[in-house]
Nanobody
Framework: QVQLVESGGGLVQPGGSLRLSCKASGSISRINHMNWYRQAPGKERELVADINWNDGDSFYTDVAKGRFTISRDNAKNIMYLQMNSLKPEDTAVYYC?????????????WGQGTQVTVSS
C-alpha cells in the first residue's frame, strides 16, 4: 500500500509565500505522475499542477501559472509546490495525488490534504 502525506500548509498574508510538500511512502515500484489539487469552500476540486516523475516536465493550470512552481525530489519521493504572491482566492485545502505502481498497473492515491489560508 502507498501513503501520501502533505505538509506545509498554514496561514499566510496576501502576497506571501508557502511551500507545500507531499511525501510518498510504501511499497512503491514506480511513480508516473504526481499532482496538486485544491478545493476551496463551496467549490469543486480543481487541478493546480502536474509533474512527470521521470523527466520533471510540469503542467500548470491558469491559477498557478506565473506564481506557483511544482518540483520533485525523486530520490526522496517528495513533491513540492512553491506558492508565491498568494491571494485570498488561493485559500483551499490542497491535496496531493500520485499515479503510483506497486505491482503491475499503477493506481491513483490521494493524500489527506493540507489547509492553506490566505488572509490578513
Amino acid at each position: 500500500q502507498v501513503q501520501l502525506v502533505e505538509s506545509g500548509g498554514g496561514l499566510v498574508q496576501p502576497g506571501g509565500s508557502l511551500r507545500l510538500s507531499c511525501k510518498a511512502s510504501g511499497s512503491i515500484s514506480r511513480i508516473n505522475h504526481m499532482n496538486w489539487y485544491r478545493q476551496a469552500p463551496g467549490k469543486e476540486r480543481e487541478l493546480v499542477a502536474d509533474i512527470n516523475w521521470n523527466d520533471g516536465d510540469s503542467f500548470y493550470t491558469d491559477v498557478a501559472k506565473g506564481r506557483f512552481t511544482i518540483s520533485r525530489d525523486n530520490a526522496k519521493n517528495i513533491m513540492y509546490l512553491q506558492m508565491n504572491s498568494l491571494k485570498p482566492e488561493d485559500t483551499a485545502v490542497y491535496y496531493c495525488r500520485g499515479s503510483i505502481a506497486t505491482t503491475g498497473i499503477p493506481y491513483d492515491y490521494w493524500g489527506q490534504g493540507t489547509q492553506v489560508t490566505v488572509s490578513s
